[in-house]
């Protein structure tokens, strides 16, 4: 630019500081705000909250300290970046603590800044002290969008307290708020993994009578949620009134069926599964395999899983694992549960060489 007579300015130099702390060379970056100043221009907001938001949390300290030499107020979206990347270090109280600083010291505190705290909270599993930063966000004025509720209705299902996240959702309605499907299916995915997968029908068909469109995402959690505590047979009617409504489906849906078929012993019912499955054109992936191939082997049809490692091996290249320097070698197990095992961590290479001495 200096070479065409055409001296840079302190856009062009933030674009600069921008660019580079995209690819993570914050040293370089370093180096455009110093020849920036040498320029004469002073770094302002953004150069400050592009160097903070993109470095580690030891240079957005020293960012932050820098733009109090320079005395440039630090704004909420500082603030916010920093408590973020506070609580992703796990540094909570740290968190806590900076937000009561800033809050003392004027800035005022947003829905990001709680809502990024809160999710910290519930992510270390520190329920109550999530929901008494959301009481104090209520106390203090700031409405909740959808957006916050369901950082609180995921972390109390993550926290086995699916019943306190109806009770959000019914608050979030009641607000006059919209929910969507993915709020619904994190209750309904809560109920599946606390085991009440009943409560998660009710709470299904209440939401579809309240216009709850299910997708395909619904259907796997719903099928999961059968299958883990042995309700086989509506696992396969949820399956099939799926099919005959017209619903999408995946490969997840087929490799939960699947799955459970093997281990039932059902092989010809799996195998039907696996063919309806490609007619649809969704192609079988290292879970169908590894499905098929470990319950042939346990049941010691060893030609038949030969012919499915064959064809994987011919079809999916990319599913083939060079290493070999873990081999599972140990005389504590028959060729069956290496095999599976192989297959299980998606080393199908080896797991050919197991087939070939078990012959």
């Given at each position: 630019m200096k070479g065409k007579g055409?001296?840079?300015?302190?856009?062009?130099?933030?674009?600069?500081?921008?660019?580079?702390?995209?690819?993570?060379?914050?040293?370089?970056?370093?180096?455009?705000?110093?020849?920036?100043?040498?320029?004469?221009?002073?770094?302002?907001?953004?150069?400050?909250?592009?160097?903070?938001?993109?470095?580690?949390?030891?240079?957005?300290?020293?960012?932050?300290?820098?733009?109090?030499?320079?005395?440039?107020?630090?704004?909420?979206?500082?603030?916010?970046?920093?408590?973020?990347k506070l609580c992703v270090e796990k540094l909570l109280k740290e968190a806590y603590e900076l937000t009561v600083k800033a809050a003392k010291r004027g800035y005022i505190l947003d829905e990001v800044t709680y809502g990024t705290l809160i999710m910290g909270y519930f992510k270390n599993d520190q329920t109550n002290n999530a929901l008494k930063l959301w009481d104090e966000m209520k106390e203090k004025g700031i409405i909740s969008s959808v957006v916050t509720y369901n950082t609180i209705i995921r972390g109390l299902c993550h926290s086995l307290k699916t019943d306190q996240a109806v009770d959000k959702l019914n608050e979030l309605l009641d607000n006059g708020l919209a929910t969507d499907e993915a709020t619904c299916n994190i209750i309904i995915h809560g109920f599946c993994w606390e085991g009440a997968v009943e409560k998660a029908f009710?709470?299904?068909?209440?939401?579809?009578?309240?216009?709850?469109?299910?997708?395909?995402?619904?259907?796997?959690?719903?099928l999961r949620g059968l299958c883990k505590h042995g309700m086989f047979e509506k696992a396969f009617n949820l399956f099939n009134t799926w099919i005959i409504k017209g619903r999408s489906i995946d490969t997840v849906t087929y490799n939960t069926l699947i799955s459970v078929l093997c281990k039932e012993g059902k092989l010809d019912e799996a195998f039907d599964l696996m063919t309806e499955m490609e007619k649809k054109k969704l192609g079988p992936d290292r879970y169908t395999y590894t499905a098929i191939i470990g319950a042939l082997t346990h049941a010691g049809r060893i030609g038949k899983a030969k012919k499915f490692m064959s064809k994987l091996l011919e079809t999916s290249p990319n599913m083939i694992s060079e290493d070999t320097s873990q081999m599972l070698g140990s005389g504590d197990m028959d060729y069956s549960e290496q095999i599976t095992n192989f297959c299980t961590q998606g080393k199908y290479k080896e797991a050919m060489k197991l087939f070939q001495e078990s012959e």
């Open positions: 055409v001296k840079p300015n302190a856009v062009t130099h933030n674009i600069m500081v921008k660019w580079y702390c995209k690819e993570g060379k914050m040293d370089e970056a370093g180096c455009v705000v110093a020849k920036m100043v040498e320029s004469g221009f002073s770094p302002d907001y953004f150069t400050y909250n592009t160097m903070i938001n993109e470095g580690n949390l030891g240079e957005a300290f020293k960012m932050m300290d820098e733009m109090g030499r320079k005395g440039l107020k630090m704004d909420t979206f500082t603030l916010n970046t920093i408590v973020h009710l709470f299904y068909n209440r939401m579809v009578e309240n216009s709850f469109k299910p997708d395909v995402i619904t259907c796997n959690i719903l």
